[in-house]
């Protein structure tokens, strides 16, 4: 792959959201500067900061830039002070729902990694988890999170709903990851009891068929969710719809040790988003103690939808070298800790130097660090 030449939009958002999307933009400017391409960053509003500016959790002016972009790098969206207020008419989330809708961003996708050095971190016994590698697809513009909605004083509804074509075209990229992968798709829906998910598995036993190299298995949500802790190893590839897989992804969290480890990508027909899966943290607000793995992660997603698999392979490289060293944030080392800028600095400083970056530890220790 020769140069390129790239737009990236960065949405900061709320609580955390700006600074490990800073260490990440320091990661994908590494890369520029180690393989000559050329990334062009331009930041925006979005959720609770953008309610706060301009009162819409999403801006027009956010909503053009991203339209304008090749990618689109988010931090973390949501405030407290909406959590808070179940009757708060303007929320943070509606930015981010609103930015799929509008960008067609229907599958979202989210690896789930056991390192080995970092299983002591779970909760789950290593034996059960080590060696645990799956790749999570969301339907992620329909569903009951989209379907239409009410309520008065004593009723409330939220209506699931899914068209073939959905199901289907979300479907085919989560075959095609399997048949890359280790041949092996699952199926998670409901289909003993919801006619949605009965029309998930009718299309996906009909999409089988073409991929001949695929081997489906099909469970019901609540087994997935117990399978997912008993014995990780089982899965390759999960498929399954936006509700089950909002809370399936975020489960599997627990695999890795961290939610602070999982990043994803949110793949439309003509743009994708990356961020990473954790929340907004507000407690840790402007503390350098957030883990920005997850969004440096984000960010070697982006550069394999750029198709720069070398460079997206570098990044996960120095991110390993950063778990191996033990250069980690507070939540995975209590004894010497360091902090959310020195992880994404001696990250970006493997991707220029490779092993060479033991010489600068030091400097990176004390902040002192001149090559970013």
């Given at each position: 792959?020769?140069?390129?030449?790239?737009?990236?939009?960065?949405?900061?958002?709320?609580?955390?959201?700006?600074?490990?999307?800073?260490?990440?933009?320091?990661?994908?400017?590494?890369?520029?500067?180690?393989?000559?391409?050329?990334?062009?960053?331009?930041?925006?509003?979005?959720?609770?900061?953008?309610?706060?500016?301009?009162?819409?959790?999403?801006?027009?002016?956010?909503?053009?830039?991203?339209?304008?972009?090749d990618a689109v790098l988010l931090g973390a969206i949501g405030d407290p002070k909406y959590d808070q207020d179940p009757a708060a008419k303007v929320r943070p989330e509606q930015g981010l729902l609103g930015l799929r809708k509008a960008l067609g961003l229907y599958a979202n996708i989210r690896p789930v990694t056991a390192y080995d050095t970092l299983l002591e971190h779970s909760p789950l016994k290593p034996e059960r988890i080590s060696g645990a590698d799956i790749l999570i697809y969301r339907e992620l513009t329909g569903g009951s999170y989209f379907g239409e909605k009410g309520r008065d004083s004593s009723l409330a509804y939220d209506t699931c709903t899914y068209t073939r074509e959905e199901i289907t075209r979300i479907a085919h990229l989560a075959f095609k990851a399997a048949e890359s992968?280790?041949?092996?798709?699952?199926?998670?829906?409901?289909?003993?009891?919801?006619?949605?998910?009965?029309?998930?598995?009718?299309?996906?036993?009909?999409?089988?068929?073409?991929?001949?190299?695929?081997?489906?298995?099909?469970?019901?949500?609540?087994?997935?969710?117990?399978?997912?802790?008993?014995?990780?190893?089982?899965?390759?590839?999960?498929?399954?719809?936006?509700?089950?897989?909002?809370?399936?992804?975020?489960?599997?969290?627990?695999?890795?040790?961290?939610?602070?480890?999982?990043?994803?990508?949110?793949?439309?027909?003509?743009?994708?988003?990356?961020?990473?899966?954790?929340?907004?943290?507000?407690?840790?607000?402007?503390k350098g103690i957030a883990n920005p793995i997850a969004a440096i992660l984000s960010a070697a997603m982006l550069l394999e939808y750029f198709e720069l698999k070398e460079e997206a392979k570098a990044v996960r490289d120095a991110v390993q070298k950063a778990i191996s060293s033990n250069i980690l944030t507070q939540e995975l080392n209590?004894?010497?800790?360091?902090?959310?800028?020195?992880?994404?600095?001696?990250?970006?400083?493997?991707?220029?130097?490779?092993?060479?970056?033991?010489?600068?530890r030091k400097n990176i220790e004390i902040g002192l660090s001149t090559i970013i």
């Open positions: 792959m020769g140069v390129l030449a790239k737009k990236i939009v960065v949405l900061p958002g709320d609580g955390i959201g700006p600074e490990v999307c800073q260490e990440a933009v320091k990661v994908l400017q590494a890369v520029a500067e180690k393989y000559n391409h050329s990334f062009t960053f331009r930041s925006a509003l979005l959720g609770a900061c953008a309610i706060e500016s301009t009162g819409q959790p999403l801006p027009e002016d956010t909503l053009a830039a991203c339209e304008w972009a992968r280790h041949g092996l798709l699952t199926l998670v829906d409901k289909a003993n009891v919801m006619e949605t998910s009965r029309l998930w598995r009718e299309v996906v036993q009909q999409i089988a068929i073409e991929y001949p190299k695929v081997e489906v298995d099909y469970l019901y949500v609540d087994n997935a969710a117990m399978q997912l802790i008993l014995n990780p190893r089982q899965f390759d590839v999960i498929l399954t719809e936006n509700m089950f897989g909002d809370i399936l992804s975020d489960e599997a969290s627990v695999i890795g040790g961290s939610i602070g480890l999982l990043p994803s990508a949110s793949v439309g027909a003509h743009t994708a988003l990356f961020e990473p899966v954790h929340g907004s943290y507000p407690q840790a607000k402007g209590q004894t010497s800790p360091y902090t959310t800028e020195q992880v994404g600095t001696f990250i970006a400083y493997t991707v220029l130097e490779g092993s060479e970056v033991e010489l600068h």
